[in-house]
């Protein structure tokens, strides 16, 4: 197990290493056009020249990378050049406001895509499983942006029951983050909810379950303490893993419901050239998506006991 | 990729094996109805030029509701959007840039993923180790960070588009491919052509990846449907084909604020992608159905 953790951490410094020196290097040949978008379409090149110079950004491009990479291990990110703020300053309660979104999301969609998961895989071929089979591959053909338009079109436009934004200006509103998580949860469960349905549907061909069976358990017995244990070991890793590309969702979400997150912050980073927010952004987003991997590797190992790291 | 794979037999036995396996589709009418769905947008888009639609770009009369009348007598099937333009005329003509740029991404994908993954496992050695490794490096980078990255900085064209989803896409077939033919190496008929003395190349195009191409037609479609929505998502973040062509993500984004008093504007784009992509995916779902039957 330690030697899996080394090995993971290894290689997660490494892609970070690679990719942050890439971005700086992109950045790098594009650095004027940046400064062109802090002062403006009608400046002139030399001023953009001595932005640059006065900023900072004309040190050679070795050792500026070296001192960004001894800052960010002490925590400090670099200068914003969008919200002329430190970027930690603005990188840490937006990621607060997405963490908000993504646990109310797993928090919702975890119970429901494995409750139907489940009830779908216990008899296979029923009308249970082909309306929760075709029900989940209707939600996931509508991408997340697709959904938001009809729900808000709906709730919003129609009824008139929820806000059609969720900035959050006055503080923390449920009646704000409902849509974006709803969104989310039905965009991501079917994916899940298919899983967990193979899983189970798997496990009850099982010789043990029919042992059980016919051993005159009762069936609900058969299920809640036989069958569900070894059904749930896959959909837990696939639900750890969604982490990595729940940050899709995520960033489309917070664009079209203008929530002030994480994603959306990376997605304004890269299109106004923030070369500092990239860097901070994709550290994080690597991060996220190595450290899920990792956790996902060592739950399926303390779930299944045929699995043990020697 | 279907015929991709199978142009490389152009016997008329492979012909008669394709009429075939078309016919096996009347089995699932999942399967079926995946694929009208999918017929139907591109018989549109290919038929869209000769179609009596107004120019997809012209500014006509703003702000009209679906079936509104136009000033010209015509009628705005649709309604039209705030710049006035046709947008029964915009959803058409978009079909056409999706299909054409999420087809291209997911055959460039997958002949770069399915290279790999067959020299990866047929070669094996040094070459899965450096595959394997820049496929894991690549797999564990979340896939939106690459997209925005890539088109951010080298520029929003279709170029660009195909480049980046095959970065996204090609690691997951590699791992795929290179399952299938770790697994088909092992049969007889490799070891025929070997003692033939074919060469790895052979063995590789020849005999290795048409014998795979059951379980990677299935992931085909699921990756077709899967590009489709990632192609309207940058359209809709902004990171979409340059304007004034009609793209189904971008008709959404300009659009969405305006839902209070038009909502048909962003619905209809928004109704389309969704009705592509569940073509895609029925017909993942009714082959993966057939295919478990035999």
Not at chain 2, 54 to 83: C, I, Q, V
Request: glycine share 8%.
């Amino acid at each position: 197990m330690l030697i899996l953790a080394f090995r993971r951490f290894l290689s997660m410094a490494l892609i970070m290493v690679i990719v942050s020196f890439t971005l700086f290097a992109i950045f790098e040949s594009d650095k004027l056009a940046v400064a062109g978008k802090v002062l403006g379409p009608y400046s002139s090149t030399e001023q953009r020249e001595l932005w640059l110079e006065n900023n900072g950004y004309n040190e050679p491009f070795l050792e500026r990378y070296v001192t960004w990479v001894g800052n960010a291990l002490t925590g400090d990110f670099g200068y914003s050049i969008q919200y002329k703020s430190p970027v930690s300053e603005v990188l840490w309660p937006r990621l607060a406001n997405t963490a908000i979104l993504a646990g109310l999301y797993m928090a919702f969609m975890i119970p429901l895509s494995l409750t139907l998961g489940v009830i779908a895989g216990m008899k296979e071929g029923s009308l249970q499983d082909r309306v929760v089979s075709v029900g989940s591959v209707l939600t996931t053909s509508v991408p997340e942006f697709a959904s938001a338009t009809f729900f808000s079109a709906i709730f919003v436009f129609w009824l008139g029951w929820l806000p059609g934004t969720s900035a959050m200006t006055s503080g923390f509103s449920w009646a704000e983050i409902f849509l974006p998580v709803f969104v989310l949860v039905v965009y991501g469960f079917g994916y899940t909810a298919r899983m967990t349905r193979a899983s189970m549907a798997e496990v009850m061909t099982s010789h043990y379950i029919r042992t059980a069976v016919l051993k005159g358990i009762p069936y609900r017995r058969v299920i809640m303490r036989h069958a569900l244990r070894n059904a749930l070991i896959a959909p837990f890793t696939v639900i750890i893993l969604q982490l990595n590309w729940l940050l899709s969702g995520v960033i489309v979400v917070e664009v079209f419901f203008a929530y002030k997150g994480f994603g959306k912050l990376l997605l304004d980073g890269a299109l106004f050239g923030d070369i500092y927010v990239i860097e901070a952004c994709t550290l994080v987003a690597v991060f996220v998506a190595v450290f899920s991997q990792f956790i996902s590797d060592i739950g399926y190992t303390l779930l299944n006991p045929r699995i043990r790291f020697t | 990729m279907t015929a991709e794979i199978q142009s490389n037999d152009t016997s008329p036995s492979a012909l008669s094996k394709m009429v075939k396996s078309i016919g096996l589709l009347r089995e699932s009418p999942i399967a079926i109805f995946g694929l009208s769905l999918i017929l139907f947008w591109v018989i549109l888009a290919i038929l869209a030029p000769v179609l009596p639609l107004y120019d997809p770009n012209a500014p006509l009369e703003p702000f009209k509701f679906p079936m509104s009348e136009a000033r010209d007598g015509g009628l705005y099937w649709l309604g039209t959007d705030h710049k006035g333009r046709d947008i029964l005329s915009r959803v058409i003509f978009g079909a056409q840039q999706v299909l054409i740029w999420a087809t291209t991404a997911t055959v460039v994908a997958y002949i770069v993923g399915m290279l790999m993954g067959v020299i990866a496992g047929y070669l094996g050695g040094w070459y899965d180790e450096v595959i394997s490794f820049i496929s894991n490096v690549l797999l564990s980078f979340p896939v939106i960070v690459l997209y925005i990255i890539i088109i951010t900085y080298l520029g929003a064209t279709g170029f660009n588009i195909v480049l980046a989803v095959t970065f996204a896409s090609a690691p997951g077939i590699m791992r795929i491919v290179r399952g299938l033919v770790l697994d088909l190496r092992t049969r007889d008929y490799i070891f025929a052509a070997q003692t033939r003395g074919e060469s790895s190349m052979y063995i590789m195009l020849v005999e290795l990846l048409p014998n795979a191409r059951g379980p990677l037609i299935v992931d085909a479609c699921l990756r077709l449907g899967y590009t489709t929505i990632t192609i309207a998502m940058l359209g809709y973040l902004g990171l979409g084909l340059p304007p004034p062509d009609p793209d189904w993500g971008k008709m959404i984004a300009e659009t969405q604020p305006l839902g209070s008093f038009a909502g048909h504007m962003a619905v209809v784009p928004a109704a389309a992608i969704s009705s592509l992509v569940l073509g895609f995916n029925l017909l993942a779902d009714g082959l993966r159905e057939i295919s478990m039957k035999d």
